[in-house]
């Protein structure tokens, strides 16, 4: 039996954790290998750590897994043509199609999409529009062959489910146990319907700082999608 090949597609400026929880979980999928490439195998620095030893996305001939984090880097990497080209590429024929947080909006740049429920990070799901998706408020949202997670913490959560159907339920529930998932936050401010209104208020205004500019780069992005620019 051949190995599963699960590629996580890294840029400049993820959310580390975005990648690094559903890495976790997945790498204790068995008969896997799990990659981890960049543009060029270039080093990627990701909230004040550095990832190195990164294999060449343009190098990796297949995939049965691309999963695709999120970050404040995601703006720029939507308007990435070389980056969107091998997600396009690696994602055609890849058995999953996943993100977490932000990196939605990539998978709907390289034109996956259209049509599909994707789960994106509360703040930034509205983004999804343009390209024709269908926000889903879902924490981890299933649609034929694309699994999504919400916010950065819900890679976890995907990344569990996404276990559940590669190696069955009862895996799945065990590694679980192995990593001691059971959340239990110290506050009930995970989400915008239940934290309180100046939190929401403050962390809004902190996002949007970065509104205008992402707003644009998914415009861009999805008028590239409709007009079938090559990337």
Do not use: N
Not at 76 to 99: C, E, H, P, V
Not at 153 to 168: N, P, S, Y
């Amino acid at each position: 039996m051949s190995r599963l090949q699960i590629i996580f597609a890294l840029y400049p400026g993820i959310t580390h954790l975005d990648f690094t929880g559903p890495h976790q979980v997945l790498v204790r999928t068995p008969d896997v290998d799990v990659v981890v490439a960049s543009m060029g195998g270039q080093d990627i620095a990701a909230d004040g750590l550095i990832f190195a030893g990164l294999a060449d996305l343009a190098a990796l001939e297949r995939c049965d897994v691309l999963c695709v984090p999120g970050g404040f880097g995601t703006t720029a990497a939507m308007l990435d043509a070389a980056f969107i080209a091998q997600i396009r590429r690696l994602g055609a024929d890849a058995r999953y199609l996943t993100s977490v947080c932000t990196g939605s909006l990539i998978l709907a740049a390289a034109g996956f999409g259209e049509g599909k429920r994707l789960a994106c990070h509360w703040a930034w799901r509205d983004l999804l529009l343009p390209f024709g998706a269908i926000v889903a408020e879902e924490r981890v949202v299933r649609d034929g062959r694309l699994i999504t997670g919400g916010g950065v913490t819900a890679g976890i959560d995907f990344a569990l489910v996404l276990l559940a159907e590669l190696a069955g339920e009862d895996h799945a529930k065990a590694v679980q146990l192995g990593l001691e998932y059971a959340p239990a936050p110290p506050f009930d401010a995970g989400r915008p319907e239940s934290a309180p209104a100046g939190i929401v208020a403050a962390v809004r205004a902190r996002m949007g700082e970065h509104g205008g500019e992402r707003l644009a780069a998914a415009q861009t992005a999805a008028r590239r999608v409709r007009e079938g620019v090559p990337a």
